[in-house]
């Protein structure tokens, strides 16, 4: 995985952790709290120490990643088999979102370009140009415009 994607799914799953242990972690009592809730419903430990590092308590450094290990028992206890359960079902959450957001986008573009069609139009019929000649057959380009106006 790239380092970008690592981060995003890092901060996806530590946002379930926190869901998932009902508090955000911020003390050193919620950490050992966690802890010991990871272990009870996962039956693997985490040292709290791994814990602070993970969530930010702690400085660990930009070039930190957690071991798969470590990610699997996190992943497990927000609800997940493994943390390859878990990226695969944010990323196809993450790819719906991005789709949506390139739809988004094209319709956007669609309407400024229909915006600037009726400007250029408005423009043409104001200086007596016609608007389809100028257009004429360069794909939609203006194919000249008229000499500088007074």
Same mark, same amino acid.
Not at 43 to 52: A, D, M, N, R, W
């Given at each position: 995985m790239r380092k970008k994607t690592e981060k995003i799914y890092l901060e996806i799953l530590k946002k379930e952790v926190e869901r998932t242990f009902g508090t955000p972690l911020q003390t050193p009592t919620n950490f050992q709290a966690c802890m010991n809730a990871i272990l009870e419903k996962t039956? /693997? =430990?985490? $040292?709290? $120490?791994? *814990? /602070?590092r993970i969530f930010g308590y702690v400085p660990a450094g930009d070039k930190y990643v957690p071991s798969m290990t470590i990610l699997n028992i996190l992943a497990e206890f927000a609800g997940y088999e493994n943390y390859h359960d878990f990226y695969i079902n944010h990323s196809q959450e993450l790819r719906s979102q991005g789709e949506k957001s390139l739809e988004e986008l094209l319709r956007s573009t669609a309407v400024h370009l229909e915006c600037a069609k009726k400007e250029l139009?408005? %423009?043409? =019929? /104001? %200086?007596? *140009?016609n608007y389809s000649q100028m257009l004429g057959g360069g794909g939609g380009k203006i194919e000249s415009f008229p000499e500088e106006m007074d």
């Open positions: 039956h /693997k =430990s985490i $040292s709290v $120490s791994t *814990l /602070k139009n408005m %423009l043409c =019929s /104001k %200086l007596g *140009l």
